[in-house]
């Protein structure tokens, strides 16, 4: 089975722009969840969907959005991007979400200058 | 509010050594744990997940105990070698998270050095 894939792996953008990353889950997973990681705050969750329904939230502004499609794939979006925002971004795909082993992708690496 | 600590936060030791990595939690109810490994600009690989009713899992050199009760995790590392090289992460589930989707919380990590 293919693993987790994430695209773009590395972006460049400005602040003040917007940027969408993708991920498409190992097939038959059906929840994606969504984690940024940066050297100061490590590993902290975004969101998570399952069947195309965020279940839960983390404690990020809401610049920061997502979604599922049908297929299980999902985006998430960061409008009017800061400096702050620098980050490695990380999705996970699980069976079932409820405690059920997760599986990462291999990230994306978004920088705003 | 739970919270997950990893001592140390870098280790060094030399080939064939046996170590252990130290997890410990602030909240004794947690649904699961999950031990990650993460390689230098890389994603996070899934070494072993812990059921709460469960109190230990192995894979290959790797042993990964759990001590609800005292909020403890210990991942053992049997006869280390350079290619172990990595940041270990150790993250938990809370109860509430098992209806309400999966939210892993993470430690710092263990950034661990195995000496040819």
């Known amino acids: 089975k293919a693993g987790v894939t994430q695209t773009p792996r590395y972006l460049i953008k400005t602040r003040g722009q917007q940027v969408t990353l993708s991920c498409s889950p190992i097939s038959g997973h059906r929840s994606v969840s969504w984690y940024q990681q940066t050297p100061g705050q490590g590993l902290q969750f975004l969101f998570e969907y399952f069947s195309e329904t965020q279940r839960n939230k983390g404690n990020f502004p809401g610049r920061f959005s997502g979604r599922q499609f049908s297929n299980s794939r999902s985006e998430m979006n960061v409008s009017t991007l800061e400096l702050g925002d620098s980050a490695l971004y990380l999705c996970?795909?699980?069976?079932?979400?409820?405690?059920?082993?997760?599986?990462f992708g291999p990230g994306t690496r978004l920088t705003v200058t | 509010k739970q919270e997950v600590t990893q001592i140390p936060a870098a280790l060094s030791v030399p080939e064939g050594e046996n170590l252990v990595l130290n997890c410990s939690f602030t909240?004794?109810?947690?649904?699961?744990l999950q031990w990650f490994r993460q390689d230098p600009g890389k994603g996070l690989t899934s070494l072993l997940l812990?059921?709460?009713?469960?109190r230990e899992q192995t894979s290959g050199r790797l042993n990964a105990s759990l001590d609800k009760s005292s909020g403890r995790s210990t991942l053992y590392i049997a006869a280390s070698q350079p290619g172990d090289s990595a940041t270990y992460l150790c993250?938990?589930?809370?109860?509430?998270?098992?209806?309400?989707?999966?939210?892993?919380?993470f430690g710092q990590g263990t950034e661990l050095s195995v000496k040819p």
């Open positions: 812990i059921q709460s009713s469960q």
């Open positions: 996970a795909s699980s069976p079932e979400g409820t405690g059920a082993e997760q599986y």
């Open positions: 993250a938990v589930i809370p109860p509430w998270g098992y209806n309400q989707g999966g939210k892993l919380i």
């Open positions: 909240d004794s109810a947690i649904y699961n």
